[in-house]
């Protein structure tokens, strides 16, 4: 059976993203697998599968690398709501300290000790402080991070996703 065949006969697409929605797989797609890998042999199990478990092997095999694709962390595209959180703190601190250091002689055949020097020493110490902490949290979803690349990244990306998923549906033959 030829891969052209199989994708008329199921919407590979929509069982991709039945499992996992993508932003660069709609139903065009199906077409343009057809379209460049169409006479390719299709291997002999797949077309006894179910189409939603060969979409799932297929979403198992390469989700990780489609989303490291089109990652936020990777393009560093910032896109998408901002929550903003400020965090405020308040610290008070006091130290209270108290001495007194009393110096005593005696005299000679005498068992009464006398004052002969006396220091008292009183510290006191305060601090406060505040402070304020502002935190961003950038949300984006993978739609708009694929929406905000450039079109021969997007046409990359594709050609990326249809290379793999023709090497789980297809056989290699020469």
Do not use: C
Not at 80 to 95: I, L, M, P
Not at 131 to 138: F, L, V
Not at 143 to 169: A, G, H, P, R
């Amino acid at each position: 059976m030829k891969l052209s065949q199989y994708l008329n006969e199921n919407d590979l697409m929509a069982a991709i993203n039945d499992i996992q929605t993508y932003p660069f797989i709609d139903e065009k797609l199906n077409g343009i697998l057809s379209f460049y890998y169409g006479e390719q042999t299709v291997f002999d199990a797949i077309p006894n599968t179910s189409i939603n478990l060969v979409a799932m092997l297929i979403v198992n095999k390469y989700a990780d690398k489609w989303e490291a694709l089109i990652n936020m962390d990777v393009l560093n595209i910032t896109t998408g709501g901002v929550t903003k959180r400020v965090e405020g703190t308040t610290s008070s601190k006091t130290n209270n300290d108290s001495s007194s250091n009393i110096n005593k002689v005696s005299g000679f055949n005498s068992d009464v000790l006398i004052v002969d020097t006396q220091t008292d020493n009183e510290v006191l110490n305060s601090e406060e402080g505040t402070g304020t902490k502002q935190i961003n949290d950038y949300v984006s979803s993978h739609k708009e991070l694929f929406n905000n690349l450039s079109y021969q990244d997007k046409t990359n990306i594709i050609t990326v996703v249809l290379k793999d998923i023709t090497n789980i549906l297809t056989l290699d033959l020469y």
